[in-house]
């Protein structure tokens, strides 16, 4: 472990809400940096941004390793303290609507002529400006627009969400990484740059190369189920007892998975024996495969096929994740002391690097838990700090 984290130089205003933005802001705090979020104080509002208690699960894995400070930000005074906390920060991160900012005073402009090393990071439903620019934007609308629905779920059937927020937590990837980008520009430039994504734009990058058939190949993609859209055999089948997902679209790997499913003559089969040819009868391959498939369980498959070289892998449900050997070897979560829920497993940052910090270091603190400690930080007195409590504004 070392005695410094990779981004404790960094100060961080998170005026984030539902998932996306904290999505972004989680993955500067678990690198070190110092997160101030700003929350409505708790006598105004007793629910969390994501609509469950500030102690339910959701909101413990959203916000671990900040602080909190309460700000009423309808109350003048209160928004006298947030710049003076602009003063002393690097980056601001938000996603409210894009006229939302500006009516609240803190809009980019505002921030830069004040802080010209701030870098201001911004998520909305469907970008800063344009047609659609103020509408409010949630994960399944963008799964829609953005296509992911179009090639989710079975052939011929109705278009499916996916089941987790992917436009959600891709915008919040996507804003990070350019907030670090702006962040290393500013240090050879001393200037803060205004970085912006949302959830359309960040939901069509997903879809990589489903989209790219469209913009270079101009051919809609179309749902292929469990199966891969191209490679061919390549997808979820059924056995004995549950369900694989097995890779192999050709060459030795297909060759290997036939010689274990007691197939071996079947890719130089004259209706098998090219990639084209397997796409064009995928469903009389698959058929072939899945019976075979269908005479054992899960677990035998898959030892055999992974001693044979064929990616092969079990279908959980999410406690047979954290029961699986290699996911605990990996150690996905960390545990932490909340004061009121106790002891908590929380589910840790998917990147780890050679002599680097736990990920996961503080619970989600309760709204307000922090407001006199950063106050003080920035100057204020014990008299002063009363004085604004006594307004509303913290």
Same mark, same amino acid.
């Given at each position: 472990m ?8 960094? *100060?961080v205003?998170d005026?984030?809400?539902a ?32 609509g469950?208690? *500030? ?6 894995h959203?916000h ?12 003048p005074?209160a ?5 003076r906390?602009?003063?002393?920060a ?26 010209r090393?701030?870098?201001y ?5 469907f ?12 994960d ?11 090639v ?6 109705e278009?499916t ?26 240090? *050879?430039?001393?200037q ?15 879809m ?19 199966h891969?859209?191209?490679g061919v ?15 192999a ?13 007691g ?40 030892e055999?096929?992974n ?7 079990p ?9 699986d050997?290699?996911?605990r070897h990996?150690?996905?979560?960390s545990?932490v ?5 106790g002891?908590?497993?929380?589910l ?12 996961? *270091? ?23 700090i ?5 307004q509303?504004?913290?």
């Amino acid at each position: 472990m070392t005695a410094t984290l990779p981004l404790d130089d960094i *100060r961080v205003i998170d005026l984030t809400v539902a998932r996306a933005g904290p999505t972004c802001v989680r993955q500067l705090a678990d690198w070190g940096a110092d997160v101030i979020r700003i929350d409505i104080p708790p006598d105004l509002a007793g629910q969390a941004s994501t609509g469950g208690t *500030r102690h339910d699960c959701d909101s413990q894995h959203l916000h671990r390793n900040k602080r909190s400070l309460s700000l009423n930000l309808k109350v003048p005074a209160a928004l006298e303290v947030l710049m003076r906390l602009i003063d002393s920060a690097d980056v601001l991160i938000e996603n409210m609507r894009p006229p939302v900012k500006s009516r609240l005073g803190f809009d980019f402009d505002t921030v830069h002529a004040r802080n010209r090393r701030l870098v201001y990071g911004s998520i909305s439903g469907f970008g800063q400006d344009g047609p659609y620019a103020g509408r409010g934007g949630v994960d399944q609308i963008a799964q829609g627009m953005g296509g992911l629905m179009s090639v989710t779920g079975l052939p011929g059937g109705e278009p499916t969400r996916a089941g987790i927020p992917v436009s959600d937590l891709a915008a919040g990837l996507y804003l990070a990484i350019g907030v670090l980008v702006a962040l290393h520009d500013r240090n *050879r430039t001393g200037q803060g740059r205004w970085v912006q994504t949302s959830l359309l734009e960040s939901m069509i990058a997903m879809m990589d190369f489903q989209a790219a058939r469209w913009t270079i190949d101009r051919e809609v993609p179309e749902p292929a189920g469990n199966h891969h859209p191209l490679g061919v055999p390549m997808g979820c089948f059924p056995t004995a007892d549950g369900y694989v997902n097995l890779g192999a679209p050709g060459g030795r790997l297909l060759r290997n998975l036939c010689d274990v499913l007691g197939l071996p003559n079947l890719p130089s089969d004259p209706r098998f024996d090219s990639g084209k040819k397997r796409s064009a009868n995928r469903e009389e391959l698959n058929a072939l495969i899945a019976g075979r498939l269908r005479t054992r369980g899960t677990a035998a498959w898959v030892e055999a096929l992974n001693a044979a070289g064929v990616p092969c892998g079990p279908v959980y449900r999410m406690n047979e994740v954290f029961a699986d050997p290699q996911v605990r070897h990996l150690a996905m979560t960390s545990p932490v002391e909340h004061p009121v829920l106790g002891p908590l497993e929380i589910l840790r940052n998917a990147v780890r690097m050679t002599d680097g910090p736990a990920t996961v *270091r503080m619970p989600s603190p309760d709204a307000g838990a922090h407001t006199d400690e950063v106050l003080a930080e920035l100057g204020y007195e014990p008299a002063e700090i009363d004085r604004l409590r006594g307004q509303g504004a913290i």
